[in-house]
């Protein structure tokens, strides 16, 4: 499985950005699809997954800002990031987990700053 993201970039805090993820190969492995942020020396952390049946899990943090969506015909992921924090600044990385293999995936970060 590859995963191509695309989106992030710079905003003011209040702005909004909506990231993607594409995945392509064999992509019927697939269970769950999502984000994890990650800043340099710290631990990277689950903003949001989804799973096939759309069922949805979010980091508190980002509960009623962040919309994850998911279009399996696509096989594409989406974080619609709204009222973004400087504290929302990170390197956002894509990833898809085939949970039956117990195996991740994970697509190259794209960085999302948020600053006045």
């Known amino acids: 499985v590859q995963l191509q993201a695309s989106g992030g970039g710079s905003v003011q805090p209040g702005g909004s950005l909506r990231l993607s993820c594409a995945a392509s190969?064999?992509?019927?492995?697939?269970?769950?699809m999502g984000w994890y942020r990650q800043t340099p020396g710290e631990q990277r952390e689950l903003v949001a997954h989804v799973n096939r049946g759309g069922i949805t899990t979010y980091l508190d943090a980002v509960k009623g800002r962040f919309t994850i969506s998911r279009d399996n015909a696509k096989n594409t992921v989406y974080l619609q990031m709204n009222n973004l924090k400087p504290d929302d600044t990170h390197v956002y990385y894509c990833?898809?987990?085939?949970?039956?293999?117990?195996?991740?995936?994970w697509g190259q970060g794209t960085l999302v700053t948020v600053s006045s």
């Open positions: 990833y898809a987990r085939n949970m039956m293999a117990g195996r991740t995936y």
């Open positions: 190969g064999s992509t019927f492995s697939i269970d769950l």
